[in-house]
């Protein structure tokens, strides 16, 4: 990696120490704006298709224009990996609705802000919380409801995750997971939920971002001939599960071993969550779905 770090910039690459953004920023201001993370793997970009789909989605949704097309989007995320000297790196985009002139308080009028940076790849759990599991909290607080925000928008106003994540951490678990107002699971702030019941797959089907691992997850079970279910899930249903995993770009499946104080019975990472996972690396590191950088 370089010794600081090049960012895209507004159609510029630039040292990190130059690719600032401006208090005036309604991204800065009001969290009004949106992101995507993409990784790379032994300099294979995986699934950036889709992830550059749903990109392209959010701004649409979010009123956001940067004249940016797909073709432009994943030239931006390759040629910040590469800039960066990484073959194993996770690119992040953050586009912010942007600067208004002073004054105008109308956010159509709004120029967009682009940044994207590149880090080296890094697991979301340590070596020891992938070989043994994580312990997972049900947090307090509800999940925004579709009539407020649809969750499918990957947008940057973090506060509630984030103090979800802080209040986790601070009573001893590593994650937490929040339900619905009618009590149904949801999702974890970077990731999405699976559990394993009677040999079946199943994830939440509302109230969740549509994940592109999650949807890998889904295309790999298919694979191996496992059941996969879309439905309602409640906090009994992951007590109760054989096994329990969270799963996002950041490294995949990671193996549940408790939620809030009930021990998964079939261990972490167990033998659905093994095998998932296991055919994943094997197949991405073959070239499955993978852009060269």
């Not at 971002?209 to 001939?225: D, K, N, P, Q, S």
Request: net charge neutral.
């Amino acid at each position: 990696m370089a010794n600081e770090p090049i960012l895209y910039c507004d159609g510029a690459y630039v040292p990190e120490s130059q690719a600032r953004l401006s208090a005036f920023d309604l991204g800065v201001q009001f969290g009004d704006g949106v992101y995507e993370v993409v990784s790379a793997w032994k300099g294979l970009v995986f699934r950036l298709d889709l992830h550059v789909a749903r990109l392209v989605d959010t701004l649409h949704a979010a009123r956001i224009d940067t004249g940016i097309d797909a073709a432009g989007w994943s030239h931006i995320v390759c040629e910040t990996a590469r800039r960066n000297g990484l073959s194993d790196a996770a690119v992040k985009i953050i586009v912010t609705r942007g600067m208004l002139a002073p004054g105008n308080a109308d956010p159509r009028a709004a120029k967009p802000s682009v940044r994207a940076f590149a880090t080296p790849y890094a697991h979301l759990g340590t070596a020891e919380q992938r070989a043994s599991g994580i312990r997972l909290q049900i947090g307090h607080q509800r999940g925004m409801a579709p009539d407020t925000l649809d969750p499918r928008y990957k947008h940057t106003a973090r506060l509630q995750y984030q103090l979800a994540k802080i209040e986790a951490l601070d009573s001893g678990y590593d994650d937490v997971v929040w339900l619905s107002a009618q009590g149904f699971v949801e999702e974890a702030p970077r990731s999405n939920v699976f559990l394993v019941k009677d040999g079946v797959l199943r994830s939440p089907a509302l109230g969740v971002l549509h994940g592109i691992t999650r949807r890998t997850f889904f295309e790999l079970a298919a694979e191996l001939g496992l059941p996969v279910a879309e439905s309602a899930v409640t906090a009994f249903d992951l007590f109760v599960a054989d096994e329990v995993f969270t799963c996002s770009t950041s490294g995949a499946a990671l193996g549940v071993r408790e939620v809030a104080g009930r021990n998964i019975r079939g261990g972490a990472p167990g033998p659905v969550t093994r095998a998932l996972n296991e055919l994943y690396w094997r197949k991405r590191e073959a070239g499955w779905h993978g852009t060269k950088l």
